[in-house]
C-alpha cells in the first residue's frame, strides 16, 4: 500500500527531477511580457509559498515584472470576478471554485497546480462528543464552509462510509467562525482546512477523525481512506491567456523556479521562515502543518482524477449541469513550453 510519506517523497522528486538539469535562469526567459505589472489573487496558506518566494528572491522581476501586487478577496466568487476583470490576472484558489465557474460559463482556464493538498482538511471533533464511528456523526453538528471544497469531503466520506448525507448536520461557517464555534460546543465538529484544525488540536480537547488520506475511526484506525481530490491550481481568465502569452510565460516560470525552490528539501527552514515573515504567522504553526502540502505543479493523471471527481461532486449535488472533460479547460502549452516533462496529459483548451 502506497503510504502518505511515500507519496510525498514521489511527488517531491517529480518536482526536482522535472526540473533537474535545467538552469534555474532558464525558467521565465523568452519574449518580453506583454505589461511589467502582474497582480496575484492572494491566501494565507502554504500554496502561496512558491508565490512569496519568487516575490522575495526578485524571480518576478528577472521574468520581467517590474510591479508586482497582491490581493486578497473574501470569497472565491470575488476573486474570479477581479480575474475576469483584469484586476489580478493570476489566481491560486482550490480546484472547486474554478470548475464551478467554467461550468457557469465564466471564462477561466487552469494553467498549473501551485500545491496538491489531499491531506490539508481535517473532520476534527471534540472528544467529549465521543465520535467513534461514522455512523456517530449523525449525532453531532459539523461545522462546514459550504460551498467549499469541504463540501466535496464530507460527501465523498458519507458515500465511502455508507451513510446517509441528508442525516448530517452541518452548520454552514467560515474557518474562524467554526473554531471559535467549536470551542462554545455550538457545533462538536468542524471540518476545514489548515491552519484551523492544527488550532483545534491546541486546545487539547479534540481529534482528528478523519483526514484527507486517512481514518482514525476506531474500526479502520490509522488506514488510508482518501476523501480530498483537492488541490490548488493555478487560474488565469482566456483573455489573459490569449492576449498576453509572454506574460502568462513569464509568470508561470517564475513560478516554476520557485516551486522547485520550495520542493527542495535543503530549502525548507528558509522558505518556512520567509513565508512566515511574509504572512505574520507563528514560525512554529508553518512547520507543524507544512507536511500537508506537496508542492508539484504538473498536469498528471492525479491532476485529472481530481478535476474529475470534484466536477461530478458538483453535478451530484445540483451546483454544475452539462458536466465538462476538464481537459476542456486545461491550457497546457505555456507550461510545456518550460518544461515538456510536466505535462503527462495534455489539455485541449488553445489559445
Known amino acids: 500500500m502506497t503510504t502518505r510519506r511515500d507519496f510525498i517523497a514521489g511527488s517531491a522528486a517529480i518536482t526536482l527531477g522535472a526540473a533537474a538539469g535545467m538552469p534555474l ?7 518580453k511580457p506583454e505589461t511589467t505589472s502582474l497582480s496575484l489573487g ?6 502561496f509559498a512558491p508565490h512569496i518566494v519568487a516575490m522575495q528572491k526578485g524571480w518576478f522581476r528577472d521574468a520581467g515584472f517590474s510591479d508586482v501586487k497582491t490581493k486578497t ?18 489566481w491560486t484558489p482550490g480546484n472547486l471554485p474554478p470548475i464551478s465557474m467554467v461550468h457557469n460559463g465564466i471564462p477561466v482556464v487552469v494553467v ?15 472528544k467529549d462528543a465521543n465520535v467513534n464511528t461514522p455512523e456517530d456523526l449523525y449525532k453531532i453538528k459539523i461545522g462546514l464552509f459550504q ?3 469541504s463540501s466535496a469531503f464530507l460527501s465523498v466520506l458519507a458515500k465511502h462510509y455508507g451513510l446517509d448525507e441528508r442525516r448530517l448536520q452541518v452548520v454552514n461557517l467560515p474557518p474562524p467562525e467554526q473554531l471559535a464555534s467549536l470551542v462554545s460546543n455550538n457545533v462538536q465538529a468542524l471540518l476545514c482546512w489548515e491552519p484551523w484544525p492544527h488550532r483545534a488540536l491546541a486546545t487539547g480537547s479534540t481529534k482528528v477523525i478523519h483526514s484527507g488520506l486517512t481514518s482514525y475511526f476506531q474500526a479502520n484506525n490509522n488506514q488510508r481512506v482518501k476523501v480530498s481530490d483537492g488541490r490548488s491550481v493555478l487560474v488565469v481568465s482566456q483573455e489573459f491567456a490569449r492576449k498576453s502569452p509572454n506574460a502568462l510565460r513569464a509568470a508561470l516560470g517564475a513560478l516554476l523556479r520557485a516551486q522547485r525552490y520550495v520542493a527542495d528539501p535543503a530549502n525548507t527552514a528558509e522558505v518556512q521562515k520567509m513565508f512566515a515573515e511574509f504572512q505574520k504567522q507563528d514560525l512554529e504553526l508553518v512547520r507543524a502543518i507544512w507536511g500537508n502540502y506537496v508542492f508539484n505543479p504538473g498536469f498528471d493523471e492525479a ?8 466536477a461530478a461532486y458538483l453535478e451530484a449535488s445540483g451546483r454544475i449541469k452539462n458536466k465538462q472533460n476538464v481537459l476542456d479547460y486545461s491550457y497546457t502549452a505555456p507550461l510545456a ?12 483548451w488553445k489559445a
Not at 76 to 87: I, Y
Not at 337 to 348: C, H, N, P
Open 25 to 31: 535562469t532558464a525558467f521565465g526567459q523568452g519574449a
Open 42 to 47: 492572494f491566501g494565507i496558506d502554504p500554496p
Open 73 to 90: 478577496f473574501q470569497s472565491g466568487n470575488l476573486a474570479g470576478e477581479a480575474l475576469v476583470a483584469g484586476d489580478i490576472q493570476l
Open 112 to 126: 498549473g497546480t501551485a500545491s496538491v493538498n489531499w491531506d490539508v482538511e481535517k473532520l476534527t471533533v471534540r
Open 147 to 149: 460551498g467549499s471544497t
Open 303 to 310: 491532476y485529472v482524477a481530481d478535476m474529475e471527481r470534484t
Open 337 to 348: 513550453e518550460l518544461d515538456k516533462s510536466l505535462v503527462k496529459v495534455e489539455g485541449r
